[in-house]
């Protein structure tokens, strides 16, 4: 699997983020996408998981699930960014286990209809694309 199969949206996404535009380096960039765009992200999914429970009540449940895992994305970003310099490999572990949360979410939410797993989901397939940025960003540090 590589780790941009996105290509369009990876350089969107950098070319958003003045930081991106601005680092000095391969390490800086990679600190960025991980520390200043995908955690933000992740941290923005578990609000997110909480609203969504308030609002649909039936579905309090998955969405409390959801939010665990949202969370445990948000752990195991920042471990990758605490890896980063001194093991980018297990910085690259790190970022890739965070696929497990989101084949989760899509597993508890994915076949719903309602507006709210719909838009919870938009945003589960965008943090995928974060993922791989940052899987992408640990490689780059690696060699």
Same mark, same amino acid.
Do not use: H, W
């Given at each position: 699997m590589p780790s941009i199969d996105d @290509?369009? /949206?990876?350089?969107?996404?950098?070319?958003?983020?003045?930081? $991106? !535009? #601005? !680092?000095? %380096?391969?390490?800086?960039?990679?600190?960025?996408?991980?520390? %200043?765009?995908?955690?933000p992200y992740a941290k923005l999914l578990?609000?997110?998981?909480?609203? !969504?429970?308030?609002?649909?009540?039936?579905? @309090?449940?998955? /969405?409390? !699930?959801?939010?665990?895992?949202? /969370?445990?994305?948000? &752990?195991?970003?920042? #471990? $990758?960014?605490?890896?980063?310099?001194?093991?980018?490999?297990?910085?690259?572990?790190? $970022?890739?286990?965070? /696929?497990?949360?989101?084949?989760?979410?899509?597993?508890?939410? *994915? @076949?719903?209809?309602?507006?709210? #797993? @719909? #838009?919870? &989901?938009? &945003?589960?397939?965008? &943090?995928?694309?974060?993922i791989r940025l940052a899987i992408g $960003?640990?490689?780059?540090? *690696? *060699?």
């Amino acid at each position: 699997m590589p780790s941009i199969d996105d @290509k369009a /949206f990876c350089l969107q996404t950098l070319s958003a983020y003045p930081l $991106a !535009a #601005s !680092a000095t %380096g391969l390490l800086p960039l990679a600190e960025v996408v991980i520390r %200043g765009i995908d955690i933000p992200y992740a941290k923005l999914l578990v609000k997110s998981a909480d609203r !969504a429970a308030e609002k649909v009540p039936a579905l @309090k449940e998955q /969405f409390k !699930a959801c939010r665990d895992a949202y /969370f445990l994305i948000v &752990m195991s970003l920042k #471990s $990758a960014a605490s890896e980063l310099k001194i093991s980018p490999e297990t910085a690259n572990y790190d $970022a890739m286990v965070c /696929f497990d949360q989101t084949t989760l979410v899509q597993k508890l939410i *994915g @076949k719903n209809k309602d507006l709210t #797993s @719909k #838009s919870l &989901m938009e &945003m589960t397939l965008r &943090m995928d694309k974060l993922i791989r940025l940052a899987i992408g $960003a640990t490689e780059v540090v *690696g *060699g």
